[in-house]
């Protein structure tokens, strides 16, 4: 994808030698949008397909966030080295830089201006989903995984990033304590920690995001059982056919008479 490259992985359902992998979509990318799959054998042999990828047009949400002397206090607080000699060039450094330190290369989501005495002073994309309950709520991990970070993050606060495999990774951020270590295996449903307000965070919420090979894309797709099987799932089961069977169907279309396999595209014609 451009200058991107995203690896295979050989493809949970499938034969010996197919491989599947995921890969983000920028928001703001171009439709269509060209792709290019490429195969390479250990002795150094290669081929390549072009796709072109049609995309569904999505709009997204922009929001004013209108900045209180208080909050730019917390700042501060929360955030002695980023100082900047006021309050309002320290909330940038954090919020511009620091941000930049912690995000991927893709951004997804909805554009947040930053109005400070009436004037905008900022703007950032969301990279996720910001998920409110009671306070100091148990947070469960989104699906089996490892920990690969369990620390604090920058703007995301204490964090906790599971990796799925193929590439797939979950944050969890703001978190008031971590209840898992690096190297971890955890299930689905385990709690990784408890919600917050460490970061960049204005109340006890919890900043949840999904990342492909180190770019956000929009989790609230990753937790839609329709979707997954959908974009997932029947993927899986469309590369899983056994091999057995391809060769039965090409033997079948082979063996067909001419006068049979007129008929059927006549029959195609008419759909």
Known sequence: MGERFYPGYPAPKGQKGEYGAFFPIPFDAPAPLQAEIIARTGVGNEAKQSVSLHLTPKSYRHDNMHLSEGFLDQVAAKFPKAQQGDLLKTFLEVNRNMRQQGKAMARFGDRRTYIYQKQPVDEQVHQGEDLASL?????????????????????????????????????????????????????????????????LAGGDHLHFSVIIHGDFVNPVEWWDAHWLRDQV??????????????????SAKSKASPRQAKTRRGKKRKR
Do not use: C
Not at 233 to 250: D, L, N, Y
């Open 135 to 199: 306070i100091h709520s148990p947070v469960p991990a989104a699906n089996n995984g490892m920990v690969v970070l369990a620390e604090p993050m920058g703007i995301y606060g204490n964090t906790v990033i599971l990796d799925h495999g193929m590439g797939v990774f979950s944050m969890y951020s703001h978190l008031s304590k971590i209840d898992v270590k690096t190297g971890e295996r955890v299930e689905k449903g385990k709690t990784v920690g408890l919600t917050g307000t460490t970061g």
């Open 233 to 250: 799932e029947k993927v899986w089961a469309q590369g899983a056919t056994p091999a057995s069977a391809q060769a039965t169907a090409s």
